[in-house]
């Protein structure tokens, strides 16, 4: 009977001592570990991921038009720039004024208007002032009104506002009265177009095109 046992050959002797000797390394708790740092490696990654897209987003948010009159307000005061502090000044207080007024926030499209509203009034004041004999204001006026231009988009042309305000009156019920017409299309253009164009330029178009 003996004679029948194959003796074992020495490399798989050695084979089985190194598989052996394996094993015991890898036991429940060691394979655990192991998942337990790979998952946390994964959810670092994903950390330093999520860390770099908001730096990424705020580096890249464009500021409202509300932030940036404060950031221009806060440098006028750093260069003394006395012009440009007193306008943005009464600006950020007419805004404050509206904000309460409406309970809410001003839109950019909201502190347009407010912006727009103090163009006006320095168009007139400076036309007042020239009436009544007094240049002085008028030149502070005028600095005043190009402070808060700064503000607005870029303006459209001539041509680019008539043809958006063909294209409105296409758009609009057939109206008799050209009062009426006139009335709607300088509506619907200033709020399509808002702080693009001058009302008087837009008011002279319409009329032309309405006849």
């Known amino acids: 009977m003996m004679e029948n046992i194959k003796p074992v050959p020495l490399g798989r002797k050695i084979r089985e001592y190194r598989i052996k000797a394996i094993i015991p390394r890898f036991q429940r708790g060691d394979v655990i570990s192991i ?30 038009l509300k932030e940036q009159i404060q950031k221009d307000f ?22 404050t004024e509206a904000e309460k007024v409406n309970g809410t926030e001003l839109s950019d ?7 727009n509203k103090g163009i006006k009034q ?3 004041s400076i036309r007042l002032f020239i009436d009544g004999g007094r240049p002085e204001l008028a030149v502070k ?3 005043e009104m190009l402070v808060l231009k700064n503000y607005l988009p870029a303006q459209m042309t001539n041509e680019e506002i008539e043809t958006a305000v063909r294209e409105i009156i296409v758009g609009l019920p057939v109206m008799t009265n050209s009062n009426a017409l006139s009335g709607r299309t300088m509506g619907e253009f200033n709020k399509k177009y808002q702080g693009k164009a001058d009302s008087k330029i837009v008011s002279e178009i319409i009329k032309k095109v309405v006849g």
Do not use: P, Q
């Open 74 to 95: 806060i440098s006028s005061m750093k260069n003394k720039d006395e012009i440009t502090k007193s306008t943005l000044s009464g600006l950020k207080a007419k805004i």
């Open 35 to 64: 998942i337990t740092i790979r998952s946390f490696k994964k959810i670092s990654n994903i950390f330093v991921l999520l860390i770099f897209f908001i730096t990424f987003v705020e580096i890249i948010k464009i500021m409202t």
């Open 141 to 143: 006026e005028s600095e």
């Open 122 to 124: 320095r168009e007139e």
């Open 109 to 115: 499209a909201d502190v347009l208007k407010v912006i």
